[in-house]
């Protein structure tokens, strides 16, 4: 018995769009999408097109972008950027790619950038983060695209940006955009005109074009040089960083802050909050900036807890990379402070800071420790009568011992 011409054509069809896609097996609850808030459906994926494909991982590779990830061929809108558990997947739809790289292709090269800038920082793409990651993104991309060469100007930069629907204008409107892209393309440009004079890093005129803000080294701090022997295989500060920035993520300071000092740069960590044997809180407690409560050994530690209320103790590490002194300015360091290192800070070392060879450089961490008692809950630095020295303050952190083989 011969099937009908139109149900063999029916099921050839209904063959064929089975094969053609299939859904994407990925939480989509951490993501950023240059021109969608959501995405409405569970993405499903389509044939890949090589030739968009190529050109992310041409920026990828110019960019030194190392971090792993997976391009898909897909049906959401645009392109897009999901964190996925410890992966990361760039999706992009195919059709609409195709077509702004025809009618406006400099729009289409920002797109790849955004979620390119999200990878190449470790952003998380969460909602938490927001807006610090948005701005960060932006000052990724002048500055990709200046390196790129992708734009002869930054004014012809934000002339494709300027009529595209972008997610999240509603907390970086387009003036906010513009601001960022002119940093990201003015802190490369600084860099590009003293490729052969890197002492053009430590003029004062230049350091507001800098890729990462100075860092104002104040307060009292302890000191700790860490031994060399760590760092003997690292030919450049992006080899010292490599080893730095996982370990410290990997005890949990996932936040961190990248500043600039004359002959290389510093990372710091997020204040944390300790108890009096110099181990970390444990779940939320650790990042609260004012006294955890409720933990007592005893009715005796009660009561005692009600004439003698117990402060709270917190710490900063700073790991300065260098091989030039840093000077000191007066002041003490306060919780506002703190706080403004790490959200005024970058999230990751730029290309022309990390690719500089080491030269008589060394790892310094700075401890910075505090005190917020429970009847002020102000955050105050603890110049004298320190819990720990700092040697003690990074074994209690598990710190020194990341580092041993």
């Known amino acids: ?13 209904i063959l064929v769009i089975s094969v053609s896609h299939s859904q994407i097996d990925v939480d989509t609850t951490y993501k950023s999408l240059y021109n969608s808030l959501y995405l409405y459906d569970t993405p499903y994926e389509f044939r890949a097109d090589p030739e968009i494909e190529e050109r992310i991982f041409f920026f990828a590779n110019r960019l030194g972008i190392f971090t792993s990830f997976e391009q898909k061929s897909s049906s959401i809108n645009g392109i897009g950027v999901i964190q996925d558990s410890s992966r990361y997947l760039l999706l992009y739809n195919r059709v609409e790619v195709k077509k702004l790289i025809r009618n406006n292709p400099l729009l289409a090269d920002v797109m790849i950038l955004h979620s390119l800038a999200h990878i190449a920082r470790g952003h998380q793409c969460d909602d938490v983060f927001r807006i610090r990651e948005e701005s960060a993104v932006f000052k990724y991309i002048g500055q990709a695209a200046y390196q790129l060469g992708i734009a002869k100007t930054v004014e012809e930069l934000q002339q494709a940006i300027e009529n595209d629907e972008y997610a999240y204008s509603f907390i970086l409107p387009l003036p906010l955009r513009y601001e960022l892209l002119q940093k990201g393309w003015a802190s490369i440009d600084a860099i590009i005109k003293s490729n052969d004079n890197l002492g053009y890093l430590d003029n004062k005129n230049v ?20 031994p060399l022997l760590y760092f003997n295989n690292c030919k450049t500060l992006a080899d010292i960083d490599s080893l730095l920035s996982p370990a410290l993520k990997k005890l949990g300071y996932t936040q961190l802050s990248y500043y600039y000092v004359p002959g290389g740069y510093v990372i710091l960590t997020p204040v944390e909050q300790i108890n009096q044997n110099g181990k970390a809180l444990q779940g939320k407690e650790r990042w609260q900036d004012y006294p955890a409560g409720g933990r007592f050994e005893g009715i005796m530690d009660y009561l005692s807890s009600l004439v003698l209320p117990r402060p709270g103790y917190f710490r900063l590490f700073a790991f300065v990379v260098t091989n030039q002194f840093i000077e000191k300015n007066d002041g003490k360091v306060d919780g506002k402070i703190a706080r403004s290192w790490l959200e005024n800070g970058g999230d990751w070392l730029p290309r022309e800071i990390a690719e500089i060879k080491i030269d008589g450089h060394h790892i310094t961490s700075l401890l910075y420790e505090f005190e917020v008692p429970e009847s002020t809950q102000k955050m105050s630095e603890r110049c004298t009568n320190q819990l720990f020295k700092a040697e003690q303050h990074l074994k209690h952190a598990g710190i020194l011992n990341s580092f041993l083989p």
């Open 207 to 226: 350091q507001e074009n800098l890729p990462l803000p100075v860092f104002n080294k104040t307060g009292c701090p302890q000191r700790y040089k860490l």
């Open 1 to 13: 018995m011969r099937l009908p011409k139109w149900i063999l054509t029916l099921y050839i069809s």
